[in-house]
């Protein structure tokens, strides 16, 4: 947001009016602090940065040892968009996983954006150096406030976070790191973790994860939705009775500011999610208060749209989320504009291929789109209509679209941040139209969005729609997922997550005919049974494995090397005294130690001394037949494994 789009005319181009009172920097710091007073009072669109944009990233992404990541895990196709941001530093050797429906869609977005981001690198020309000139601190203090804290952060801790975008090669590079699952499917990392992928419901591909490791398992639970008209259902069933469940679903947080301003809502309770046998929330639900709203929301939309063309006015609809633009595409595509013969126009370098993507993979839609198929009809409703009255154009030049063109019309594309892409040549045409309609998804910062563009004259309409779970359905949910443990991430930079509620002991896989082989030993005193063997442990699929060698089968019943238990000295002094050594008991004190031991000697001609400890007896003796003779002595008075 605070850069500004590519010029389209030279008298927009602000950077000698805006450095005017900095020339050669010998202006006094009162009269710099003055102005720079006078612009934070004017925010207009030459205050934005004229220069090829940069990306926020995570907090000191610079800084991360990138070696010291194992796994990462994503969630969703719009998660993958930062990925080569992190693959394509020194010494990344983690492994990546995530569905194949969202590797793919991730990587159609993320080509789509290099495309996009071409235009800036071709009006402004190579960097000149790593280190852009606006990121200098004498820069950024001549920024209006607002722009400042968007780039810095309100302490400054985040200027260290953004990046220059990475290129196509960065792309591939990073498509062929990643290891594609489907649903439910098992991967195994490490022989120590077995992942698995289950739908959320929020968008197609998009996924909660299940860890299971050899002392419990872990859920993931990431931005979900139990009402969906195109994804899989919410697959909440699959993450039910888990050790320790994460939750990372904050949408809810929007559902509660919205009850502080006045909605009253009543506290959640288990009635609203009941048990799977008493109520289906795996399915489309349309009676449900959540899709009825969501349609309502449409309806509104299409029919504002009707509106405007109605009137000679056009629409324009920046692409944000998938889910959204495939509602209000089939929705527009079967309301009255069709009937008025007004064109929609998909404008995107990757548009054709992403819709003929969406045609191919029934398997990672909602049951609804399923049976449509398999009645013989197109999964969506707006396949009929292409190259009729749906015009899908990989750019704003392109020569179809230039044949094609008519107005008013209903557009979508690219980029939501109204930045780059198609977008930014369609508002400067129709921004001062108040006939026109632009229709943004949930935009954090409208007014500085619309800011190169002023005075905007066309009608804004600015929507919401669900994009996780509601708060009214977070406590019913964890109640019937029944975690034994649940935590919630508070975003704190460098910190671990710590789960210490797994289950205390760990199960062992033992072959039956291993099991046969083992010679057991009970010892007397404790009703233990023991076995002793020599072979590998080993980690597979998060389980424990015991597996013998071969050639050590037969060593199961050699004779004892470890001992259990306390040597009672009587006993020990009547067993020397049976092979024919005398020995006489003292005590006194160790020296590995300050604790009480009992020191043993015998006499000539089996001189020897024994020191019988709490935890251990050692034996010296210069003939080793001595200290054979005295071993067994100890070993008949012992239990042995």
């Given at each position: 947001?605070?850069?500004?789009?590519?010029?389209?005319?030279?008298?927009?181009?602000p950077?000698?009016?805006s450095?005017?009172?900095?020339?050669?920097?010998?202006?006094d710091?009162?009269?710099?602090?003055?102005?720079?007073?006078?612009?934070?009072k004017?925010?207009d669109?030459?205050?934005?940065?004229?220069?090829?944009?940069?990306?926020?990233?995570v907090?000191?992404?610079?800084?991360?040892?990138?070696?010291?990541?194992?796994?990462?895990?994503?969630?969703?196709?719009m998660?993958?968009?930062?990925?080569?941001?992190l693959?394509?530093?020194k010494g990344?050797?983690?492994?990546?996983?995530?569905t194949k429906?969202?590797?793919?869609?991730?990587?159609?977005?993320?080509e789509?954006?290099?495309?996009?981001?071409?235009e800036?690198?071709?009006?402004?020309?190579p960097?000149?150096?790593?280190?852009?000139p606006?990121?200098?601190?004498?820069?950024?203090?001549?920024?209006?406030?607002e722009?400042?804290?968007?780039?810095?952060?309100?302490?400054?801790?985040?200027?260290?976070?953004?990046?220059?975008?990475y290129?196509?090669?960065?792309?591939?590079?990073?498509m062929?790191?990643i290891h594609?699952?489907?649903?439910?499917?098992e991967?195994c990392?490490?022989g120590t973790l077995?992942?698995?992928?289950?739908s959320?419901?929020?968008?197609?591909?998009?996924?909660?994860?299940?860890l299971?490791?050899?002392e419990?398992?872990?859920?993931y639970?990431?931005?979900?939705?139990f009402?969906?008209?195109?994804a899989?259902?919410?697959?909440?069933?699959?993450?039910q009775?888990?050790?320790?469940?994460?939750?990372?679903?904050?949408?809810?947080?929007?559902?509660?500011?919205d009850a502080?301003?006045g909605?009253?809502h009543?506290?959640?309770?288990?009635?609203?999610?009941l048990p799977?046998?008493?109520?289906?929330?795996?399915?489309?639900?349309?009676?449900?208060?959540e899709?009825?709203?969501e349609?309502?929301?449409?309806?509104?939309?299409?029919?504002c749209a009707i509106e405007?063309?109605?009137v000679?006015?056009?629409?324009l609809i920046?692409?944000?989320?998938?889910?959204?633009?495939?509602?209000?595409?089939?929705?527009?595509?079967s309301?009255?504009?069709?009937?008025?013969k007004v064109p929609?126009?998909?404008?995107?370098?990757?548009?054709?291929?992403?819709?003929?993507?969406l045609n191919?993979i029934?398997?990672w839609?909602?049951?609804?789109?399923?049976?449509?198929?398999?009645?013989?009809e197109?999964l969506?409703?707006h396949?009929?209509l292409?190259?009729?009255k749906?015009?899908?154009v990989?750019?704003?030049?392109?020569?179809?679209?230039?044949?094609s063109?008519k107005?008013?019309?209903?557009?979508?594309?690219?980029?939501?941040?109204?930045?780059l892409?198609?977008?930014?040549h369609l508002?400067?045409?129709w921004?001062?139209?108040?006939k026109?309609?632009?229709?943004?998804?949930?935009?954090?910062?409208?007014?500085l969005a619309?800011?190169?563009?002023?005075?905007?004259?066309?009608?804004?309409?600015?929507?919401?729609?669900?994009?996780g779970?509601?708060?009214r359905?977070v406590?019913?949910?964890?109640?019937?997922?029944?975690?034994?443990?649940?935590?919630v991430?508070?975003?704190s930079?460098a910190?671990?997550l710590?789960?210490?509620?797994?289950?205390?002991?760990?199960?062992?896989?033992?072959?039956?005919?291993l099991?046969y082989?083992?010679?057991?030993?009970?010892?007397?005193?404790?009703?233990?049974?023991v076995?002793?063997?020599?072979?590998?442990?080993?980690?597979?699929?998060?389980?424990?494995?015991?597996?013998l060698?071969?050639?050590?089968?037969?060593s199961?019943?050699?004779?004892?090397?470890?001992?259990?238990?306390?040597?009672?000295?009587?006993?020990l002094?009547a067993?020397l005294s049976?092979?024919g050594?005398?020995?006489?008991?003292?005590?006194?004190m160790?020296?590995?130690?300050?604790?009480?031991?009992?020191?043993?000697?015998t006499?000539?001609?089996?001189?020897?001394?024994?020191?019988?400890?709490t935890?251990?007896?050692?034996?010296?003796?210069?003939d080793?037949n001595?200290?054979?003779?005295?071993?067994?002595?100890?070993?008949?008075?012992?239990?042995?494994?």
């Open positions: 947001m605070a850069f500004s789009p590519v010029p389209t005319a030279l008298d927009v181009l950077f000698e009016e450095t005017d009172f900095v020339a050669n920097g010998f202006v710091s009162d009269a710099r602090s003055e102005k720079r007073q006078k612009i934070e004017l925010l669109a030459k205050s934005l940065i004229f220069a090829e944009p940069w990306y926020k990233t907090n000191n992404l610079h800084l991360w040892n990138a070696s010291f990541i194992d796994v990462i895990l994503i969630s969703s196709p998660g993958i968009m930062g990925l080569p941001f693959t394509r530093t990344f050797s983690a492994k990546i996983y995530v429906a969202s590797a793919r869609l991730g990587q159609l977005m993320m789509d954006l290099v495309s996009m981001h071409v800036f690198r071709q009006f402004y020309g960097e000149e150096s790593n280190f852009p606006w990121l200098r601190q004498e820069e950024l203090e001549k920024l209006p406030c722009l400042r804290e968007i780039i810095s952060g309100k302490d400054g801790v985040e200027l260290g976070g953004w990046m220059p975008l290129s196509a090669a960065d792309v591939k590079d990073c062929l790191k594609t699952l489907n649903y439910a499917e991967a990392y490490n077995v992942i698995k992928a289950f959320s419901g929020i968008e197609i591909g998009s996924c909660n994860w299940i299971k490791g050899p419990g398992d872990i859920s639970l990431s931005s979900s939705s009402i969906s008209a195109h899989m259902t919410f697959d909440y069933p699959s993450l009775g888990t050790h320790a469940l994460i939750y990372s679903d904050f949408s809810s947080l929007s559902d509660a500011q502080e301003v909605d009253n009543s506290n959640p309770t288990a009635d609203e999610l799977l046998s008493f109520q289906d929330l795996g399915g489309f639900n349309p009676n449900s208060d899709n009825s709203e349609k309502e929301k449409l309806a509104f939309i299409c029919s405007c063309v109605e000679g006015g056009s629409v920046p692409i944000n989320q998938l889910g959204t633009m495939l509602q209000l595409l089939e929705e527009m595509t309301f009255e504009a069709l009937a008025m929609v126009y998909i404008i995107s370098s990757v548009a054709e291929e992403l819709l003929a993507l191919i029934p398997e839609l909602c049951k609804q789109r399923q049976e449509r198929l398999f009645a013989g197109p969506y409703a396949v009929k292409l190259k009729e749906i015009h899908v990989p750019n704003i030049l392109s020569h179809q679209l230039l044949m063109w107005e008013p019309c209903i557009v979508f594309c690219p980029h939501w941040s109204l930045r892409g198609p977008v930014i508002l400067q045409r921004c001062g139209d108040p026109s309609l632009l229709i943004l998804e949930d935009m954090l910062n409208p007014e619309l800011l190169p563009f002023q005075p905007v004259a066309m009608k804004v309409l600015q929507c919401l729609f669900p994009s779970i509601g708060l359905k406590q019913p949910l964890l109640k019937t997922l029944q975690p034994k443990t649940v935590l991430i508070v975003q930079e910190e671990t710590k789960v210490s509620c797994l289950q205390d002991s760990s199960e062992l896989k033992i072959t039956t005919d099991a082989q083992f010679y057991w030993k009970i010892f007397r005193n404790q009703g233990i049974d076995a002793r063997l020599k072979g590998e442990l080993l980690m597979e699929n998060a389980r424990y494995h015991l597996l060698d071969n050639d050590k089968k037969n199961l019943k050699m004779r004892s090397l470890i001992h259990w238990g306390l040597d009672d000295s009587e006993k002094l067993a049976k092979i050594i005398n020995a006489s008991m003292e005590h006194g160790g020296d590995a130690e300050p604790r009480t031991v009992c020191i043993v000697q006499q000539d001609p089996y001189k020897a001394l024994i020191e019988i400890g935890t251990s007896t050692i034996i010296t003796t210069a080793a001595v200290a054979s003779l005295i071993y067994k002595a100890i070993d008949n008075i012992l239990d042995g494994v």
